[in-house]
């Protein structure tokens, strides 16, 4: 690993530093490892660093804390190590494995606050991360914003058909193989979010609305245009997983789901409620020469051609 890991900073000279996302989800609980698996993977760790400050002596490197906190791992069945910490490695926390340890972070150059916020939530949760990060005194909000488009070859989350079919980024089923998802409005919403929260996290939520309909529609922006961009935000956000788009967003996943009894009927008749109003701003939106308001024309009715009569049976019980 360390001459595969050097290799990589070979392929890539221009480079500032690296991330050693080690230990994260999983770890070692083999005879040689169980008990002491931090211990162990610090003598990487700490090889490593030697070498690259050796050859790119600013070169940034991130870790984890788990070789310096000492304290439980959240999420895994070990204790951290309670090895010396370099001043000059950069600290890597998160909410699944990775708490904020204050002394630690007050010995840092940096440190960096990465969640699912982006890629899995709202404009409301990016800024609440943002305010999280900023208050535990960390220097940087990096969130995760991985479209995974990869095939199943096993079960994920309960579903079994999933297997042998490519995911389709953020449920944006109307883009091409391979199309690039981020530029789309639904996304654009969530980036736009994180540039203005991760530089101001006490920006109210009206002003970011106010700040993302003028750049989504223009100086002419009108309120109701960016409640309806909200809405259709919601439609591929609310209840998305790693591994399966919205509901809304996925006539299938709701048949699942109503079939395994986790939708109630008053949520039945709120995702019917939800589908009309997204019936309704493809009528409003049709024929606009706003960039921006043609573009949730079309979303908004690539949506609604998601769910034909048939399909809205579903939501008659």
Not at 114 to 132: F, M, Q, Y
Not at 153 to 166: F, H, K
Not at 226 to 235: A, G, P
Request: net charge negative; hydrophobic share 40%.
């Amino acid at each position: 690993m360390l001459e595969y890991a050097q290799e990589m900073i070979a392929f890539h000279p221009r480079a500032d530093g690296v991330l050693i996302e080690s230990s994260d989800y999983a770890i070692c609980h083999c005879k040689d490892c169980e008990g002491h698996f931090y211990e162990r993977e610090f003598d990487f760790v700490e090889k490593f660093s030697a070498a690259l400050w050796k050859s790119h002596p600013n070169a940034t490197i991130v870790v984890y804390p788990h070789y310096f906190s000492g304290s439980k791992v959240p999420g895994m069945d070990a204790q951290a190590a309670k090895k010396k910490f370099d001043p000059r490695w950069t600290l890597f926390f998160t909410p699944h494995s990775a708490h904020p340890d204050r002394d630690l972070i007050s010995q840092a150059p940096a440190s960096i606050w990465s969640d699912d916020a982006t890629a899995l939530h709202d404009p409301a949760a990016i800024r609440a991360n943002a305010t999280r990060a900023r208050e535990a005194g960390m220097s940087g909000y990096v969130p995760s914003l991985e479209a995974f488009s990869y095939i199943a070859t096993e079960t994920e989350e309960g579903r079994t058909d999933l297997i042998g079919q490519r995911q389709i980024p953020f449920g944006f089923g109307w883009l091409k193989d391979g199309q690039m998802p981020y530029n789309e409005l639904p996304i654009r919403v969530n980036r736009i979010a994180y540039r203005e929260f991760s530089r101001e996290p006490s920006l109210t939520i009206e002003e970011f609305k106010t700040r993302l309909g003028r750049e989504i529609f223009g100086d002419q922006v009108q309120a109701a245009w960016i409640d309806d961009l909200l809405l259709l935000h919601r439609i591929f956000f609310a209840e998305r997983t790693w591994c399966q788009p919205s509901r809304l967003a996925s006539p299938q996943r709701m048949k699942i789901d109503i079939a395994a009894g986790r939708i109630k009927p008053d949520a039945l008749a709120k995702y019917r409620r939800t589908l009309q109003e997204v019936a309704e701003m493809t009528l409003h939106h049709a024929n606009s020469e706003n960039a921006g308001r043609r573009q949730l024309h079309q979303i908004a009715s690539w949506v609604m051609q998601q769910w034909p009569q048939p399909e809205m049976e579903l939501f008659v019980r």
